[in-house]
C-alpha cells in the first residue's frame, strides 16, 4: 500500500491556503461516513507521482501527522488548467471491509479480425463502474478483441464473472465492436446547372 504524508488544516484564511501552496502543498480534506471530516494538507507533486505509478483508485495509507495512518483514496480534484497544477484535493477514508463503487478503465487488447478485412474497430465507452472492496479494485478491466470480425460486438454481458467484483453497467453496454468498412463507390449523381429550379406551385398557378 501506497504511503503519503499530511499535515492537519487548522486555517482556513486564504492568505495561510495561498502560502500553502507556494510551499508546494495542496489543500484538501478528508471524510468518510466513520471518519467525519478533517482538513489537510499535502505535497502535490507526492500525489501526482503516486497516482501515476498506482493507478487513480490506489488504496493510500495517509499519515497525518502523529495520528494513526487512514486508508483512504482520492475521490475528487481540482486541477489549475494553464499550470497544470493541483489545487485542491478531496480523500475519501475507506473501510477495506466495505464495498464500494467506482469507475475503472477499460483495455482493449488485440487486433480483431474484423480490422484487417478492413472493418472498424470501435469503443463507445472508456470506463466501466465496479463495485468492489478497496484492496479488490482492479487496474483495469482487460477485453481481448481479437476474435471479432465485421459486424461482431462485445458487450457488458459478454464479460467473464468473477468474485471480486461486480461490473455496475447495463448488460446490453457496447464495450467494442467491429463496423464495415465505408464503400469507396459511391455513385455520383449528374447536376444539369443550366436547369432552372422548378417552383412549388407554379402547375397550379398555370391551371388558374
Same mark, same amino acid.
Given at each position: 500500500?501506497?504511503?503519503? *504524508?499530511?499535515?492537519?488544516?487548522?486555517? &482556513?484564511? =486564504?492568505?495561510v491556503t495561498k502560502q500553502l501552496r507556494k510551499e508546494g502543498l495542496?489543500?484538501?480534506? %478528508?471524510?468518510?461516513?466513520?471518519?467525519?471530516?478533517?482538513?489537510?494538507? @499535502?505535497?502535490?507533486? #507526492?500525489?501526482? *507521482?503516486?497516482?501515476? +505509478? /498506482?493507478?487513480?483508485?490506489?488504496?493510500?495509507?495517509?499519515?497525518?501527522? /502523529?495520528?494513526?495512518?487512514?486508508?483512504?483514496?482520492? &475521490?475528487?480534484?481540482?486541477?489549475?488548467? @494553464?499550470?497544470? #497544477?493541483?489545487?485542491? $484535493?478531496?480523500?475519501?477514508?475507506?473501510?477495506?471491509?466495505? +464495498?464500494?463503487?467506482?469507475?475503472?478503465?477499460?483495455?482493449?487488447?488485440?487486433?480483431?479480425?474484423?480490422?484487417?478485412?478492413?472493418?472498424?474497430?470501435?469503443?463507445? $465507452?472508456?470506463?466501466? $463502474? !465496479?463495485?468492489?472492496?478497496?484492496? *479488490?479494485?482492479?487496474?483495469?478491466?482487460?477485453?481481448?478483441? =481479437? =476474435?471479432? #470480425?465485421?459486424?461482431? %460486438?462485445?458487450? !457488458?454481458?459478454?464479460?467473464?464473472?468473477?468474485? /471480486?467484483?461486480?461490473?455496475? +453497467?447495463?448488460?446490453?453496454?457496447?464495450?467494442?465492436? $467491429?463496423?464495415?468498412?465505408?464503400?469507396?463507390?459511391?455513385?455520383?449523381?449528374?447536376?444539369?446547372?443550366?436547369? +432552372?429550379p422548378e417552383l412549388i406551385g407554379a402547375e397550379e398557378e398555370e391551371?388558374?
Amino acid at each position: 500500500m501506497a504511503t503519503l *504524508k499530511a499535515v492537519k488544516r487548522d486555517d &482556513h484564511r =486564504s492568505s495561510v491556503t495561498k502560502q500553502l501552496r507556494k510551499e508546494g502543498l495542496v489543500p484538501g480534506v %478528508v471524510y468518510g461516513k466513520k471518519y467525519g471530516n478533517e482538513s489537510v494538507a @499535502i505535497n502535490g507533486v #507526492e500525489l501526482l *507521482k503516486l497516482l501515476r +505509478e /498506482e493507478g487513480r483508485n490506489a488504496i493510500i495509507s495517509l499519515e497525518i501527522g /502523529e495520528e494513526k495512518p487512514v486508508e483512504v483514496m482520492l &475521490h475528487d480534484h481540482q486541477m489549475d488548467a @494553464i499550470r497544470n #497544477e493541483l489545487l485542491h $484535493v478531496d480523500f475519501f477514508a475507506v473501510d477495506m471491509d466495505e +464495498e464500494i463503487d467506482v469507475e475503472v478503465p477499460i483495455a482493449i487488447v488485440g487486433d480483431p479480425v474484423g480490422a484487417r478485412d478492413g472493418g472498424i474497430l470501435q469503443q463507445p $465507452v472508456f470506463e466501466l $463502474v !465496479v463495485r468492489a472492496k478497496p484492496n *479488490k479494485i482492479p487496474d483495469e478491466i482487460t477485453v481481448d478483441v =481479437s =476474435s471479432l #470480425e465485421i459486424g461482431d %460486438v462485445i458487450t !457488458v454481458a459478454d464479460l467473464k464473472t468473477t468474485d /471480486e467484483y461486480s461490473i455496475f +453497467e447495463d448488460e446490453d453496454t457496447t464495450i467494442a465492436t $467491429v463496423l464495415p468498412p465505408e464503400s469507396e463507390d459511391v455513385e455520383e449523381r449528374e447536376v444539369d446547372l443550366d436547369a +432552372e429550379p422548378e417552383l412549388i406551385g407554379a402547375e397550379e398557378e398555370e391551371e388558374a
